[in-house]
């Protein structure tokens, strides 16, 4: 009995690690072709003139800010240096308990200034909104502590352009990314929505808030991040988009039109992961009233951010995103295979719900079941481990393949060394990384469950450093 | 069933090698030909130099590029030169081109049968503005395909040839996804010429109502909005006319938020009764028709203005002060922020923008 059940349990792990990997196999190459589709009609549409004269959309940048005293006004200067006709940044100090907004204060010349703004999405109160004197476009609001989500309502709700963009205070974004972003929503207007890729900084050399060279970090832990957001963040995304069932745009780098997102709610305050949440409900609220909708992801509007490069930060993170997907999910469960939403209701929901979110059970299961299928030698151990084997194979093969797809499209990593050695991290990561971001990604279920809630703060250096 | 695993894994680890294997050797190639590509184009940068500077003749120049037959490179390669040059350069350049046997190839490639090279074809002789061309780019709004649409749409209106643009607007309007801020964005490319055209559309509207929905299968409203903002485009004075005659009319008020957008550009004042539009249900209309009386200085609405102080959208107020400062009404601003009238906080934000100290010494 035990032995049918140990093995019962092993075939199922390595079948749900057969159809994860196998599925992103498939995102990868619909994204290969996506990328190039992209590709041709970036050779086809000049950018720049679509931006040349008056008719572009202007832009409210909101940058939600807590306890960023360290590399704020850095951060702020970067964005002001952004390449966009006509954009205004709006900053949220949310309640601070460091000294952001005097830095803010002392660093770009605020006055108060009794900008007029609608409530149209209830938030924690506002104190202050300052406007810089030195830099006409920047508009700072103080506000009481209320968490991300809520500083990102309070941006909006003061935005006084058509499209909102929110940027994280702590990444840097590429100086043609916001045209690149923007371009959807000038030729297409279906579109509602669109994300940018997020990439890693991390030792990248960094001059005047531009990431002027790609350097790959010498860190193994960063090194597998790079994989990572390849497979993942970068070519699962795109290939999500290509098949039209995109349900996350990262807080890190998002575009939105200002109406609809209002229309939508609002970011969710109570949950982690108020990115994936608002693009699901935006779905949700788009199909309800029958407006014809695009939510895009874009590959190249590149938005560059630090990873955590200590494992213990790493693990907080994870399980803080795995518990955010989770609440994402069960808010708007009424997607769960409903015919309605297309291939996002009939592919997408269920297989962030059964792979991504329920994944880590099987993965945690199946492992400590091989484990003890191998120690307790019950029989058929040597199909278990080779099944086992297969299914790494596979995720290696996956994981060259995205860099290969890396290699043909952006080639960001130019040094011959940098892509050797990622290649073999793409190898390494299969063999611990992987088995350790599931117990993280179990642990963040459990807390889930538990609503056992836990903010984790990322320590940050300052890019130029 | 460990035989069948044998092999699968021996064809995954093949598959991984191989992979790594061509991942590796694309790289090299890549950075090969990049080193290759940045000699060639110093050398050929300097040539054009010559070229342009009138150095070397056409001959000279066009025999040193025949020699390479590479056109993909050669039409990356003078696309820049495009962007830059105008009048007798971009002539100038466009004839070596021609010499190099450049366009003849990208015509032929203009009948390929692959869409890719069609499509990147079209798009370079746009470029060149290459109006020999035209008919058979005009041939991808056969098509269904957007991207079709758009490339052609792009390359017509680069050529500037206004005797396209019905057919370009018809197809942009039925073919595409495009918004309106990119569809006007892209007619401008016709140059100021094609006003009087967009004129004689609309003097054709006012003869018969159903002329934009046969003429260009779209709703009056689309159509309308996108030539009033050409018109701001090139502030175009001729149009003040049929403007006028357009807010006359029970159009869609989205229309005459254009033209107030369009007047204000344009800054010239027009003959017509704009208190009505001042006393407006759309906060819009009215903040556009406020702005638009302070660009010019139409001081008999200026009572009117001081009402519309206290408004209750704030930037029908906001336009309302500044137009009032604009028109030099200070005293009027004066007496209501003293006697702490309504709409006197709007007054004194708009003194201090303008950094005016209002209160003189010892009020």
New interface residues.
């Given amino acids: 009995m035990f032995n049918n059940i140990l093995l019962t349990v092993d075939y199922i792990a390595i079948v749900y690690f057969v159809i994860i990997n196998v599925t992103y196999i498939i995102l990868n190459f619909v994204a290969f072709f996506s990328i190039r589709k992209n590709q041709?009609?970036k050779?086809?549409?000049?950018i720049d003139?679509?931006f040349?004269?008056?008719?572009?959309?202007p832009l409210s940048i909101i940058v939600p800010a807590y306890n960023e005293q360290e590399t704020i006004s850095e951060n702020i200067k970067s964005i002001l240096k952004l390449n966009y006709p006509e954009f205004e940044i709006i900053v949220v100090n949310d309640g601070s308990t460091d000294n952001t907004i005097e830095k803010l204060k002392e660093d770009f010349n605020l006055k108060t200034f009794?900008r007029?703004y609608t409530r149209d999405i209830e938030t924690e109160e506002i104190k202050n909104i300052y406007k810089s004197l030195s830099y006409p476009n920047l508009v700072v609001i103080d506000k009481e502590n209320g968490g991300k989500g809520d500083a990102l309502n309070a941006g909006v709700n003061v935005a006084g352009y058509p499209l909102v963009c929110n940027i994280d205070a702590d990444s840097l974004i590429d100086s043609q990314a916001l045209l690149r972003i923007v371009e959807p929503?000038?030729?297409?207007?279906?579109v509602v929505a669109a994300g940018g890729t997020v990439r890693i900084a991390n030792s990248c050399k960094v001059e005047n808030g531009k990431v002027k060279k790609v350097n790959l970090s010498k860190k193994h832990l960063v090194r597998m991040q790079v994989i990572e957001y390849l497979r993942a963040f970068l070519f699962g995304r795109v290939g999500w988009a290509g098949l039209n069932s995109l349900l996350i745009i990262s807080g890190a780098f998002g575009v939105f039109k200002k109406k609809h997102l209002i229309k939508a709610g609002g970011y969710n305050t109570n949950t982690v992961g108020e990115d994936m949440e608002l693009v699901l409900r935006l779905n949700r609220k788009m199909n309800k009233s029958g407006r014809k909708y695009r939510i895009v992801f874009l590959p190249e509007p590149v938005c560059w951010t630090q990873v955590p490069e200590k494992l213990k930060t790493l693990g907080k993170q994870r399980k803080r995103w795995h518990q955010g997907l989770g609440e994402s999910l069960f808010y708007n469960f009424q997607m769960f295979f409903n015919y309605n939403y297309g291939t996002s209701g009939l592919v997408a929901f269920p297989f962030y719900f059964f792979i991504e979110l329920l994944g880590p059970i099987l993965e945690v299961f199946g492992y400590i079941s091989i484990i003890l299928t191998v120690i307790f030698g019950i029989g058929g151990e040597?199909?278990v481990l080779?099944?086992l084997?297969?299914s790494i194979?596979?995720g290696?093969?996956l994981s060259?393949?995205s860099?290969?797809f890396e290699?043909?499209t952006f080639?960001k990593y130019e040094k011959?060394k940098d892509?050797?050695t990622l290649?073999f991290t793409a190898?390494l990561e299969n063999l611990g990384y992987k088995q350790i971001n599931s117990i993280w990604r179990f642990i963040g279920l459990y807390k889930l469950i538990t609503r056992n809630e836990e903010w984790g703060l990322q320590e940050r250096n300052s890019f130029e450093e | 069933?460990?035989n069948y695993?044998?092999i699968?894994?021996y064809f995954?680890?093949f598959?991984?090698i191989l992979?790594?294997l061509?991942?590796?050797v694309?790289?090299?190639k890549?950075?090969y030909n990049e080193l290759q590509i940045e000699t060639i184009q110093e050398e050929y940068s300097a040539k054009i130099s010559s070229y342009m500077e009138e150095n070397i003749n056409l001959e000279e120049a066009a025999n040193y590029f025949t020699g390479d037959i590479n056109y993909v490179f050669l039409k990356e390669f003078f696309n820049p030169y495009l962007?830059k040059y105008e009048g007798k350069k971009f002539k100038r350049i466009k004839t070596l081109i021609h010499r190099i046997g450049l366009i003849e190839y990208y015509r032929s490639k203009l009948k390929s049968k692959n869409r890719?090279e069609k499509?990147?074809a079209a798009?370079f002789l746009g470029k060149l503005r290459d109006s020999d061309s035209l008919d058979n780019i005009a041939k991808l709004f056969d098509s269904n395909k957007k991207?079709n649409i758009?490339?052609a749409a792009?390359a017509i209106s680069e050529t500037g040839e206004t005797r396209y643009l019905k057919p370009v607007i018809k197809a942009l309007f039925n073919k595409s996804?495009?918004?309106y801020?990119?569809i006007?964005?892209l007619l401008?490319?016709f140059g100021e010429e094609m006003c009087d055209d967009l004129i004689k559309y609309i003097n054709l509207y006012f003869d018969s109502k159903s002329y934009f929905i046969n003429n260009f299968k779209s709703e009056d409203f689309k159509v309308l909005s996108v030539f009033v903002?050409i018109f701001g485009?090139f502030r175009y004075e001729k149009s003040l006319k049929v403007l006028v005659k357009l807010l006359d009319k029970n159009i869609d008020p989205e229309i005459k938020i254009h033209i107030f957008k369009t007047l204000f550009k344009i800054g010239k004042p027009v003959n017509a009764d704009l208190l009505k539009f001042l006393k407006s249900d759309n906060w819009v209309i009215r903040s556009q028709c406020t702005k638009y009386i302070g660009k010019i200085g139409a001081a008999q609405y200026s009572s009117y203005l001081v009402r519309l102080l206290k408004d209750e959208n704030?930037?029908v107020g906001y336009y309302a002060a500044r137009s009032l400062w604009k028109m030099n009404k200070i005293d009027i601003m004066r007496e209501i922020i003293i006697n702490n009238k309504p709409g006197a906080?709007m007054c004194e934000?708009i003194f201090a923008q303008h950094n005016f100290k209002y209160l003189q010494e010892g009020q």
């Fill in positions: 041709l009609k050779d086809l549409l000049d003139k679509t040349s004269s008056e008719f572009y959309k009794n007029e929503f000038v030729n297409d207007w279906r040597g199909v080779l099944f084997f297969s194979m596979l290696i093969l060259l393949t860099l290969l290699e043909m080639r011959t892509l050797i290649s190898i | 069933m460990i695993l044998n699968l894994i995954l680890s598959s991984a992979i790594f061509i991942l590796i694309f790289h090299l890549l950075k962007k890719k499509l990147r798009s991207l758009i490339t792009w996804n495009m918004t801020e990119a006007t964005e401008v490319n903002d485009f704030w930037w906080k934000y």
